[in-house]
């Protein structure tokens, strides 16, 4: 399974919805901005309206994709940290969520998991990022912040594995 832990987002595989929205935003600009680059280059009729508003749509959703790709790749950077500095402890799948109603390019529909753990007496819950393949097993290596033990992120690759971790 591949690691989702990444600075910048992985179009092959997002690890959210919001990084899918990113994604789609992004080619939409580009396709807008390409359009309008060509309507000079070409005569591109329009039915109604002028070639420029082209332009104005692409810079539109480019500005509408900038916060989006900021705040994924902040999430990216969060993930990557707990990855390498957090606290390992082990967690136990409460409930395996299938999204029917995501998908993105040949990749079919993504699973996430639910996981409880407890650190320090206190007992937490956290949602795994977007699984493209199916999750097997009924535990999983939470990595959490010792000084907020609610923030954490779950190992996708400790999924897969039997029980013992």
């Known amino acids: 399974m591949y690691l989702h832990t990444h600075y ?16 789609v935003l992004s080619a939409l600009a580009v396709f807008f901005m390409l359009m309008f680059g060509l309507g000079y280059v070409i005569a591109i009729p329009m039915r109604s309206g002028e070639p420029w508003m082209l332009g104005v749509t692409g810079l539109l959703l480019l500005f509408a994709a900038m916060p989006c790709t900021l705040i994924a790749q902040f999430h990216g950077r969060r993930r990557e940290w707990l990855r390498r500095g957090g606290f390992p402890v082990r967690g136990r799948v409460v409930r395996v969520t299938y999204h029917p109603f995501v998908s993105y390019g040949n990749q079919r529909h993504p699973w996430t998991v639910l996981c409880e753990y407890r650190y320090e007496g206190q007992t937490y819950t956290v949602r795994s990022t977007f699984l493209w393949d199916r999750p097997a ?5 939470v990595f959490l912040d010792q000084q907020r033990p609610g923030q954490a992120w779950v190992d996708p690759q400790s ?6 971790l």
């Open 8 to 23: 910048f987002m992985n179009p092959r595989r997002p690890a959210s919805r919001l990084e899918i929205v990113a994604i």
């Open 137 to 141: 097993g009924q535990t999983a290596r």
């Open 159 to 164: 999924l897969n594995l039997p029980a013992e």
